[in-house]
T-cell receptor, first 114, second 110 residues
């Protein structure tokens, strides 16, 4: 299993600013992912955070808007850049200890952009 | 990744009634995972199915993976108020990315 600490749990931000979300895992994991979940909706995969290299983004998401870092096997950050009200959502960090096994999720970051 | 459709989108049941949610894909899936998300919470893993026609049980929950590996179901017998939440199926692609279905929100009326 894996225990994930995600920070901040929530924030209210001004449009045009940026927010960096941190994801810390209590053990080394193979895979780390970032998801977005609009209220009442399903989870949408933003990107896979790759250690030591650029993240792999899904269709509709770009590095300039959502830069991701993963310096080691236990930590990753997601930045939401130049925010607009449309970026208001819950952002979730997810990990797999081993590939093709269950995913563990952080508590999520509830972002409101005003 | 292709999004997998779930039906129904919402379900309200009286406590003690049964509940089923269905997950459907137009393409063959390598596996199916099921997650439960309580209101205000994060998704929590329930089960993974890999084999064609596989059936797994967890107490009052029964999970099935279709013979063609294009659909799956989750059945809850005699629902309880603790079963409230949104149930998602999810599948992994060759790149090991996990894509979630549209979800079924279950409300249990005491």
């Amino acid at each position: 299993s894996a225990v994930i600490s995600q920070k901040p749990s929530r924030d209210i931000c001004q449009r045009g600013t940026s927010l960096t979300i941190q994801c810390q895992v209590d053990s080394q994991v193979t895979m780390m992912f970032w998801y977005r979940q609009q209220p009442g909706q399903s989870l949408t995969l933003i990107a896979t955070a790759n250690q030591g290299s650029e993240a792999t983004y899904e269709s509709g998401f770009v590095i300039d808007k959502f830069p991701i870092s993963r310096p080691n096997l236990t930590f990753s950050t997601l930045t939401v850049s130049n925010m607009s009200p449309e970026d208001s959502s819950i952002y979730l960090c997810s990990v797999e200890v081993e590939a093709n096994t269950e995913a563990f999720f952080g508590q999520g970051t509830r972002l409101t952009v005003v | 990744g292709q999004q997998v459709m779930q039906i129904p989108q919402y379900q309200h049941v009286q406590e003690g009634e049964d509940f089923t949610t269905y997950c459907n894909s137009s393409t063959t899936l390598s596996n199916i995972q099921w997650y439960k998300q309580r209101p205000g919470g994060h998704p929590v893993f329930l089960i993974q199915l890999v084999k064609s026609g596989e059936v797994k049980k967890q107490k009052r929950l029964t999970f099935q993976f279709g013979e063609a590996k294009k659909n799956s179901s989750l059945h809850i017998t005699a629902t309880q108020t603790t079963d409230v939440g949104t149930y998602f199926c999810a599948h992994q692609t060759g790149a090991n990315n996990l894509f979630f279905g549209t979800g079924t929100r279950l409300t249990v009326i005491p």
